[in-house]
């Protein structure tokens, strides 16, 4: 938008005789014109910030117009002057800093560090053993009560973006460095005072040798109070919303907009919902399994998913006849046959010969081989009882519904007969998930929009916008009567908010019908056209159409990328960084505009710079990812330990 601005000022300031450039040359020419006062931060500075604060004259794009804005209640010479003086040690021996509190031209306070400063943070100072790295205490830039600069001592994780100074670090670092570190200190200084004194601006910083001097004015209102109300956002930033909400009823373009045919009949809803993974137990009984419907005479449960069906008449003699048949039947009904972990036939036996069937199919007979439905194959009286341990296995045979488990005996004389079927069931937790979406409807509404999403509890959309926040897998227990399990997942729960539009019925929406036409059927050399008649007809027509010539512009901006040698002397918690490298020296990296001229594209070195990479398209990006993410993983917390996390 500023340039925009810019572009259609410098347009309007030039000569009239210009008019007879075409359109693009007139357009470049402004360009140009604009870039030569705005193209970067330090000619924005030269020419718009430091006189608009200072109350200077300011001129158009062409210079044909000059101006003097008056954008702050008073205005000083000098803000603050911050004097340093490197002794033979390296540390900084003498720092003086002076101030004009009240911005009436006279300095107020003078502040002279008491220790040597070894050690300069962003918002503060290190003091040590001078030349060395030992006995070191670090203080914080503040603002006391009555507006005096102070320094306060505080734990080095209360100081940021610090580094070494003093011969421990390297020769000469203060001294060859020295417009960097009044740079650095001054910006510790001022970033205290503007933050315990909004009003106050800098307008322009000069270094003068071991000076360095800030101009600064009172540019954000005209009080003589800190406390001012533009600033309150800043702690309450919650009041913005309602406040705009009030600006905005008493104000006649946001009310006309308002009452625009794309503005009435239209409101927003905020509309909540959650998709909840649900997760049921139910504790598991043996008989929910496998039970016995009928027959037989007896059950036993032995308490631990086994249980024991038994049939027939097992006492001594207790069934008689001559070469009889008796026959027991026993149902067994399998519900869950996947929990059935082993049915066997372990033992039976039978006075005088027997038979065990599963739904009619044969699977155990004895004392010898007796296949049919008849009478045994040998001597019926066999004076004794036949014992059977097969151990067979059944599960093959019980799928789930209801399954017959038929003794046959033939008795002559005095005889029993018993056979038991043992069953062990799987009686664990099984969990039963499903996805309760209550937001699939809005999420299927193309009038609606994700306006904010926690999931469990983390926020991953806020106000739109995703904040790269993703949940850590949860483990919770769930419990139900006796069964309790532990489930991890991804997530559990999100509960979202969509912003939707719906149509009040005041007034029709705007018909956008024809523009979507003319888009949909319109060519770089065709213009289609679709009108809608007072009948309720419609009338289609094309014509030919033509781009103007949009002439050719470089692929890029041509830059080139440089580096300087550094010295390592940032200081982290466990000392300076350089002493525990192998190589205490490191570099710089930098990217600069190249300059046209007639041989070609010229890459602007820098003191002490050696060309990395000419003037061209350079595309670094995936070294740019690559340093970030290693940032971002250096940052990340480390934990060590043999434990499942």
């Known amino acids: 938008m500023r340039m925009r601005l810019l572009l259609l000022l410098a347009a309007a300031s030039l000569p009239a005789t210009s008019w007879a450039q075409t359109v693009e040359e007139r357009a470049r020419a402004a360009a140009e014109a604009s870039r030569a006062k705005t193209s970067d931060s330090d000619t924005l500075q030269q020419n718009y910030l430091t006189p608009g604060l200072a109350g200077q004259p300011i001129a158009t794009i062409d210079n044909s117009k000059t101006f003097n804005p008056n954008i702050a209640c008073q205005k000083t010479a000098t803000l603050l002057e911050l004097l340093a003086q490197p002794a033979g040690t390296g540390d900084i021996g003498s720092l003086r800093i002076s101030r004009d509190k009240d911005l009436d031209g006279a300095v107020d306070q003078t502040l002279i560090l008491p220790f040597p400063v070894s050690g300069i943070c962003a918002n503060g100072v290190i003091g040590c053993q001078p030349g060395t790295w030992n006995q070191c205490h670090f203080y914080k830039w503040d603002v006391g009560s009555s507006g005096d600069l102070k320094l306060s001592e505080v734990g080095q994780t209360e100081v940021a973006g610090c580094y070494c100074i003093n011969n421990s670090c390297g020769a000469n670092l203060a001294w060859g460095n020295l417009a960097s570190l009044l740079k650095d200190l001054g910006g510790g200084v001022i970033g205290a005072l503007t933050t315990a004194d909004p009003r106050v601006g800098v307008a322009q910083t000069v270094i003068d040798g071991p000076v360095i001097r800030y101009t600064g004015a009172q540019s954000t209102a005209c009080s003589p109070n800190p406390a001012l109300p533009q600033t309150a956002y800043r702690s309450n930033p919650t009041a913005l919303a309602g406040d705009a909400s009030v600006a905005a009823a008493s104000n006649s373009i946001f009310q006309a907009l308002k009452s625009s045919p794309a503005g009435v009949g239209k409101a927003q809803q905020i509309r909540s919902c959650t998709i909840t993974r649900a997760v049921s137990l139910g504790a598991v009984k043996a008989e929910d ?10 059950t036993y449960d032995y308490g631990d998913g086994t249980l024991a069906f038994m049939m027939g008449s097992p006492a001594d003699n207790s069934l008689g006849g001559s070469c009889t048949f008796f026959d027991y039947r026993m149902t067994l009904h399998v519900e869950d046959p996947d929990r059935l972990v082993d049915v066997r036939l372990p033992y039976w036996f039978a006075d005088d010969w027997g038979q065990v069937r599963i739904d009619g199919n044969l699977v155990s007979s004895g004392p010898s081989a007796w296949t049919g439905m008849g009478y045994p194959p040998g001597n019926c009286e066999r004076k004794g009882t036949f014992y059977a341990y097969p151990n067979l296995d059944l599960k093959p045979f019980l799928t789930k519904g209801d399954h017959e488990i038929w003794l046959r005996v033939a008795v002559s004389g005095g005889g029993e007969a018993f056979a038991m079927v043992q069953a062990s069931v799987d ?219």
């Open 289 to 298: 399994v496998i039970a016995r419907t009928s027959g037989g005479y007896g």
């Open 427 to 645: 009686l664990s937790c099984k969990p039963t998930e499903q996805l309760v979406d209550l937001c699939a409807a809005n999420a299927a509404d193309s009038k609606c929009q994700l306006y904010d999403e926690a999931v469990d509890g983390v926020d991953t959309v806020r106000s739109g916008v995703a904040t790269g926040l993703t949940p850590l897998a949860q483990t919770r227990l769930f419990e139900s009567g006796t069964c309790s399990l532990s489930l991890t997942r991804p997530w559990f729960e999100r509960q979202r908010k969509y912003r939707c539009t719906i149509d009040t019925g005041a007034l029709p929406e705007p018909d956008l019908s024809r523009g979507a036409y003319i888009i949909d059927h319109s060519t770089e050399t065709l213009l289609a056209d679709r009108v809608t008649n007072k009948d309720g007809s419609t009338a289609t027509s094309s014509r030919g159409f033509a781009l103007p010539d949009r002439g050719s512009v470089p692929a890029c901006e041509a830059i080139c990328k440089t580096r300087a040698p550094k010295a390592n002397s940032e200081a982290a918690i466990d000392g300076v960084v350089g002493a525990k490298q192998n190589a205490p020296v490191g570099y710089d990296t930098f990217y600069h505009t190249c300059t046209a001229s007639a041989s070609g594209n010229h890459c602007p070195l820098g003191t002490g710079e050696e060309l990395v990479s000419d003037c061209g398209c350079l595309d670094d990006f995936p070294e740019a990812v690559v340093m970030m993410q290693t940032v971002r993983l250096g940052g990340a917390d480390m934990i060590c330990t043999s434990e499942a996390r």
